[in-house]
């Protein structure tokens, strides 16, 4: 059962409406987009690029984010305001306008183009490689678009669903619909 000031969500997107002294890459008025996970930048984790694992964030695990059970004291990031600690490490700056034409794409910049692009590096992607990804939901698709993205020869996607299947074909890649595989 949820409490009932529970704040749900980690895809925050807005406008900086005020800075702590220890910012110095943002101004108030700024456009950001804000990673889910929330990172210091100079722990032993950091340094080496492990930021999900960070080890100053969270007093209970290593690892830290907005709106996660156990992931440290963040609410979620659906929010009228949020604050984000470590902001100079944690934000990007985006061109535009709130509520501009790349306001929906630039939210994907929040999660789940991230977590798919962070895929392929785990996977080692390289140019002319092929790669297979189980699943064409968001997640699936942006990891495909970012293998595509990296030079892949060959970008296999596997799913049913066939809305998810042409969303496939739309990006370059090749889907295949296990539901047709003679079993």
């Known amino acids: 059962m949820q409490k009932p000031d529970t704040v749900l969500g980690h895809e925050p997107l807005g406008v900086v409406e005020e800075v702590g002294d220890a ?3 943002f101004k108030r008025g700024d456009r950001v987009v804000v990673t889910f996970n929330i990172a210091c930048g100079h722990c032993f984790n950091c340094v080496r690029g492990f930021t999900s694992a960070c080890l100053t964030v969270n007093p209970e695990i290593a ?3 907005f709106g996660y059970a156990k992931m440290g004291p963040y609410k979620g990031a659906q929010a009228e305001m949020l604050r984000v600690p470590f902001a100079d490490l944690n ?3 985006l061109p535009g306008t709130a509520g501009d034409k790349w306001e929906d794409d630039f939210v994907l910049l929040a999660d789940i183009f ?3 692009y962070y895929a392929t590096k785990l996977a ?5 490689t092929s790669v297979a990804v189980f699943g ?3 997640v699936g698709l942006l990891t495909a678009y970012s293998a595509l993205l990296k030079g892949a020869a060959q970008v296999f996607v596997v799913d049913y669903i066939p809305e ?3 969303l496939v074909k739309n990006i370059g890649a ?3 619909d296990f539901s047709r595989i003679p079993r």
């Open 136 to 138: 064409a939901g968001p």
């Open 124 to 128: 080692m992607v390289q140019p002319g």
């Open 174 to 176: 090749i889907p295949i």
């Open 63 to 65: 690892g830290g984010a």
């Open 91 to 93: 934000c990007t700056k």
């Open 23 to 25: 910012v110095t890459s």
């Open 114 to 116: 991230p977590t798919g």
């Open 164 to 166: 998810r299947l042409d």
